[in-house]
């Protein structure tokens, strides 16, 4: 099955600093989503990006799905960035559109 | 807020217990997808159901098994209760053949004992 590798696994930053999150897969996929889980478990979808590029605020998002890679960014980091950033990958796979993911980048981000 | 709502928010049964998690999609979506998320772990695909149909099953045995109803919310059932079933399941709504979208629930932390 498809493979998808999330780096680095752990990041600790300082507020206002700037990190990029890169996601890898192994093959050609529908599309890709990137989440932030919060403290509670909750996924919040950041981006639907089965390529180019997307911006939100103060986070941007990449894929190359040619190189299968997506890259997130998230600029002048403050403390409620903190959790775990997913990426996902739609796979079809028998006429079920499932997702798979990584293990999860973890952020800490100190005051 | 994603519109997809899970109930119960926490639940503790015992090795050999069943248990029945529930999950209500977002208005408009005909497609519920379950998946499993192990402590430090990334989400694991359980099943998705479509138009009431299983469409499409992760590498879970049997004892995993599920409903959709009429109104596309959705039922988890896990019989025969495992210490490694703890974990918190989550349940995902989208349209099927969509833009593919799928918005999660708050999710059910279940702890076997």
């Known amino acids: 099955g498809i493979q998808v590798e999330q780096s680095p696994p752990d990041l600790i930053l300082q507020e206002g600093a700037n990190s990029t999150l890169r996601c890898n897969f192994s093959d050609s996929v529908n599309n890709l989503q990137w989440f932030h889980q919060n403290p509670w478990g909750q996924l919040i979808n950041l981006f639907y990006i089965p390529s180019g590029t997307k911006q939100n605020g103060r986070l941007s998002a990449t894929t190359v799905a040619t190189e299968r890679y997506s890259l997130l960014y998230i600029s002048s980091s403050q403390t409620t960035d903190s959790g775990v950033y997913f990426c996902a990958v739609d796979y079809l796979q028998g006429g079920s559109e499932k997702l798979v993911f990584g293990k999860g980048t973890k952020l800490t981000v100190n005051p | 807020e994603t519109g997809v709502t899970q109930s119960p928010t926490h639940l503790i049964k015992t090795r050999g217990q069943q248990v029945t998690l529930r999950c209500s999609s977002q208005?408009?979506?005909?497609?519920v997808s379950w998946y499993q998320q192990a402590l430090g772990q990334g989400p694991q695909f359980i099943f998705q159901?479509?138009?009431?149909?299983?469409?499409g099953r992760g590498n879970f045995p049997p004892r995993f098994s599920g409903l959709q109803f009429p109104n596309y919310s959705s039922e988890l059932n896990v019989n025969a209760l495992e210490l490694d079933d703890s974990a918190l399941y989550l349940c995902?709504?989208?349209?099927?053949?969509?833009?593919?979208?799928?918005?999660f629930g708050p999710g059910t932390r279940l702890l076997v004992l």
């Open positions: 208005s408009g979506h005909n497609t």
């Open positions: 995902a709504s989208s349209v099927l053949g969509g833009a593919s979208i799928q918005y």
């Open positions: 159901y479509y138009r009431e149909e299983e469409n």
